[in-house]
């Protein structure tokens, strides 16, 4: 006898409404979108397309000079590591025990000779500083050479296409012409990366000037230092707080003389020449830190800060966050890496989106 199944759900008619309303918010969707999706002239799109791999390119190009410019400070600090145990040596020689003998005399003279001694062996302040400036120079050169061939390079690739004609980008036909086009359109995407975006961005950063970036990272470097590591008013006395900011003279030296004095005055009659010179060691891996990494505790906060700034329920919590943000940013506390990095990605989206003005937007009206 033969068994009749039950008739199968009519599924395509039950699904049929479902999908029906789907395709009709998808239409509504498309519509919706393309009222408010930028719609860019096709020759521009197709030039945009043609820029972009190189815009790429010097986007990881200017990435990697960052780290080629720390190196730059990484093996200055291995070079003078070396000379740790013949600064030990100078400290515990005849004329160092002389000079501490003599400094129950005539105050300070001890401290002024440590100071001789470590920047005879190893670094004077003004060394540490033209160092931290020629780092920094060093990337802004960089940044700038890499923006020259990026713009030539464009030129080069767009000058002969149809956005160089006279109702697109005409100042394609010439080189002068189109850096000045692009200068312009900068400054007009200045305000609005600024506003949409939150990037702080100096002056100094926008127009490119290495000296004065790097006499304010300088300077901002300087005050983390004496924060950090710690200034006695026995070592430096009241130019410690100029010497803060300056980076004047002695303010390295007594900065790490005085993490070592007292052990040095303890150890009198041995011979401590490894363990002063470990304890040197030490002391400049620490110095290496703070002026690449920062301040630990400072970048903690400034983790905080940026996460409070975004996902605080509180609209008054996230402006009080990013307010403390922005602070700490200007601190210097965050150290040299950080501050490349910054530079480097304000850089990065000034060029993109000057190029996109110039490209996509139709240029300096």
Known sequence: MRTHNADPKPRGRFFSPWRTLGVIAGLLLMAVGSQYLPHHDPIRLEAWNRVQPRLQSTDEATKNEVNTSTEQIKKFFAQRKQNARAFASDVLGLNGKWAYLKGYIYEGSHERYLEECFERNLFSSAELKSLIESAVSRYVSEIQGRENQLLVAIRADLEGSELAGPNYLPALSSEGEFRREYDAMLQKVLPILTRDLGISVTREVVSLVGSEIAATLVMEIGVSLATELGIS???????????????????????????????IIRQAGYDPEGEIAAKVVQSLDDLER????????????????????????????????WAEAQSIESSGCLGLTRQLNHINDVRSRLRDETLKGLILNGGVE
């Open 233 to 263: 008013g026995g070592i430096l006395g009241a130019g410690a707080s100029s010497g803060a900011v300056t980076f004047g003279v002695g303010l390295v030296a007594g900065i790490l003389v005085d993490m070592t004095l007292d052990w």
């Open 290 to 321: 703070v002026i690449l990494e920062g301040d630990k505790k400072t970048n903690e906060r400034y983790g905080n800060a940026r996460f409070h700034s975004t996902w605080s329920w509180s609209s008054a919590d996230r402006q009080a966050a």
